[in-house]
């Protein structure tokens, strides 16, 4: 071995290169999150997606075929659809993620309150769980939105309080073997105080598993949401969600089939890509191969 070799420092793959082996072997997950990152895009700044006004009407350019001029076609009122769409990602990201939110911050709190209260409280926060279970998601917010009415706020807390359950349920259980264990145990024999025995060593642990939730959650939202504006639920006309566009659309099936398929689509591999991603991300967590 010569003296320059012995000081040749080994060198691996750049990260660019350690990035395409990755998205080579994780293609699904890339292009998951490829197309989740232009849904956000065009949620955040459909401008740069499309120059059309998604609510201006054209009636001499109703029922146009996708085009040139129009790349999704228009609808039964001479709206760019592919405006519509990009402009509906806003509407159906922001209810899906608020409620997804608003699920998942009301049921870490009864689920940690559960599992450490024991006794007469956690029985209440069960049986009330339990109730809540007992009607399916689509049902129990189609009964709120009856008492509360019809809106996107309506329709976001709705949909929030139905999926509550699913996270109380986990990080109860989680925190009822947190408290349990051994280290938590020991920390409470040398004196440190609930408070800090609760943020530092039981709620960490005990919502681990709270954000691949979420993530695998958010497409059932997003479900959820565009089929309670299909109902007309939701956001009202002539507010371009996917769900009330859909709801427009089935009218036109047979002459302007566009119209309909467009949001139906977006609406299709938003969830798959939600679902991929949080599916990996699950598997990655529990140490395995997605």
């Known amino acids: 071995m010569t003296l320059q070799n012995a000081f040749d420092i080994p060198r691996g793959p750049g990260p660019l290169r350690r990035a395409l082996r990755l998205a080579r072997r994780e293609w699904g ?65 922001l209810i899906g993620a608020s409620a997804t939110v608003l699920a998942m911050v009301f049921g870490t709190l009864l689920g940690l309150i559960a599992g450490l209260a024991r006794g007469l409280l956690d029985e209440a926060i069960s049986r009330f769980l339990d109730v809540v279970s007992a009607f399916p998601d689509l049902l129990l917010a189609l009964v709120l939105i009856g008492f509360t009415g019809p809106g996107t706020v309506n329709l976001i807390f709705a949909l929030g309080v139905a999926s509550i359950p699913r996270f109380a349920r986990v990080v109860r259980s989680q925190t009822f073997v947190i408290a ?5 145990e020991q920390a409470r024999t040398f004196g440190l105080p609930r408070w800090k025995l609760v ?92």
């Open 29 to 93: 997950a890339a292009l998951a999150c490829l197309f989740l990152l232009a849904v956000a895009l065009g949620a955040a700044w459909p401008q740069l997606l499309t120059g059309y006004d998604p609510v201006a009407a054209d009636p001499l350019a109703a029922q146009l075929a996708p085009g040139a001029a129009h790349w999704f076609g228009t609808d039964h009122l001479g709206r760019d659809i592919f405006a519509r769409v990009v402009h509906g990602a806003r509407y159906s990201l």
């Open 180 to 184: 349990q264990s051994g280290y938590v």
């Open 199 to 290: 943020t530092r060593h039981v709620l960490p642990h005990a919502i681990a598993h709270v954000p691949i939730m979420a993530t695998i959650g958010l497409g059932t939202t997003i479900i959820g949401s565009a089929g309670l504006s299909f109902l007309g639920m939701g956001p009202q006309p002539p507010a371009p969600e996917w769900g009330a566009m859909l709801s427009e659309g089935r009218n036109y099936l047979r002459n302007a089939w566009w119209i309909g398929a467009w949001p139906g689509i977006a609406i299709t591999l938003t969830v798959i890509a939600t679902g991929v991603i949080g599916r990996r991300w699950q598997a990655a967590f529990e140490g395995r191969r997605g």
